[in-house]
């Protein structure tokens, strides 16, 4: 039988799988199903999803809106730069409102102003910014270093200054633009990061996993299981810096209401499965280890030493061994049922990354 290492081994000479290169919704987006018990794989497509609830199971999803995370500026130089935002610097225990997200204060790194189909990790900066320097964004807002890390010299606190009476988060709004993957045919703009669910904006990056529903699939799961809603800030994936990505994920904010707490509670009492719709879901989900944490900041790493308490099952994107979010994966199933999905997955053509195909383990 493989080992874990035989199978990574494997795994690194073949390729990866062919990435989503537009933001089309597809509702027919193809589905793999792997189901623990049996320990099989069944394909499907995501439309047929309702076909693998019970009357029990509770699905929950992500309402959080993505707001723009990316800013592109002038230095004091003439250096063009792009600003990410990596996590608003808070209060101790905030609660998760949109007006105290869009805080002055930002944890934030910087790039060099590419062409945004440059990959990030061939974007660095060749020299660091400096505290006190000053970037100006637009007629309206100017960003100030206002601290830099010793170590990670690219990574800074800064603070969003808007000018001219206007408020933070119309500045943000009017300058701001969702970050760009390397790998789509076309820009994105900010009506595509956005999923059928959002409502409040406090994420950095799009809770993927819920791009391709419909109104239609909402209703029929509706019909068949109980459909739920947190809220869960989803922060910056990928830095382009493999130093910066160990600091990965920064504090995300999440908010679970009382009445979803108690249907996740109910849902295990009576033999019902706790689906979470994406990673960031379930690591919200599982950091609130009581009724008293039900909102806060998570920097929970799941991975296969982590033993799941609530979430007992997951719909996610497609994601390639070695990834953060493959180490998610592990605590739910065996490896070796997880590089079978892999090889099938790559085998099938099924596409990766935001909005590819989906994987649902039940």
């Not at 790194?109 to 320097?133: C, I, K, M, V, Y």
């Not at 076309?186 to 999923?195: G, I, N, P």
Request: charge should be negative; proline fraction near 6%.
């Amino acid at each position: 039988m493989n080992t874990r290492s035989d199978l990574a081994t494997k795994t690194k000479i073949e390729h990866h799988l062919p990435p989503a290169t537009n933001s089309r919704r597809r509702p027919d987006a193809r589905l793999m199903v792997l189901k623990k018990e049996q320990n099989t794989i069944e394909l499907s497509r995501l439309d047929r999803l309702p076909l693998y609830l019970g009357k029990d199971d509770v699905i929950i999803a992500n309402d959080a809106a993505t707001i723009p995370a990316s800013f592109v500026g002038m230095t004091c130089d003439h250096t063009k730069v792009e600003i990410r935002l990596l996590a608003p610097m808070l209060s101790e225990n905030p609660t998760l409102q949109s007006q105290s997200f869009f805080s002055e204060l930002w944890e934030a790194f910087a790039l060099n102003h590419l062409d945004w189909q440059t990959p990030t990790e061939e974007r660095q900066l060749p020299s660091p910014l400096q505290a006190g320097s000053l970037i100006r964004i637009g007629r309206d807002l100017m960003i100030r270093i206002v601290a830099v890390d010793l170590v990670h010299s690219a990574r800074f606190v800064c603070q969003l200054i808007p000018a001219g009476g206007q408020s933070l988060s119309t500045v943000i709004y009017r300058y701001g633009k969702p970050i760009q993957y390397s790998y789509h045919e076309t820009e994105l703009d900010l009506w595509d990061v956005q999923t059928p669910f959002a409502s409040m904006p406090v994420s950095l990056e799009a809770p993927s996993s819920g791009f391709h529903f419909t109104a239609d699939l909402k209703r029929r799961i509706q019909e068949t299981a109980k459909l739920s809603f947190i809220t869960h800030s989803t922060g910056v994936s990928d830095t382009g810096s493999e130093a910066l990505n160990q600091l990965l994920p920064r504090p995300e904010f999440y908010h679970i209401p009382s009445e979803v707490y108690d249907k996740m509670a109910n849902a295990s009492r009576s033999g019902g499965n706790v689906i979470a719709i994406g990673t960031g879901v379930t690591r919200a989900i599982e950091s609130a280890k009581s009724e008293q944490q039900r909102e806060g900041r998570t920097d929970l790493i799941i991975d296969p030493n982590h033993k799941l308490r609530t979430v007992g099952g997951i719909l996610t994107g497609m994601h390639e061994p070695g990834s953060s979010h493959w180490k998610l994966l592990q605590a739910f199933v065996t490896d070796e049922l997880l590089y079978q999905a892999f090889d099938l997955a790559r085998k099938e053509g099924f596409l990766w990354h935001e909005y590819g195909d989906a994987m649902l383990i039940i």
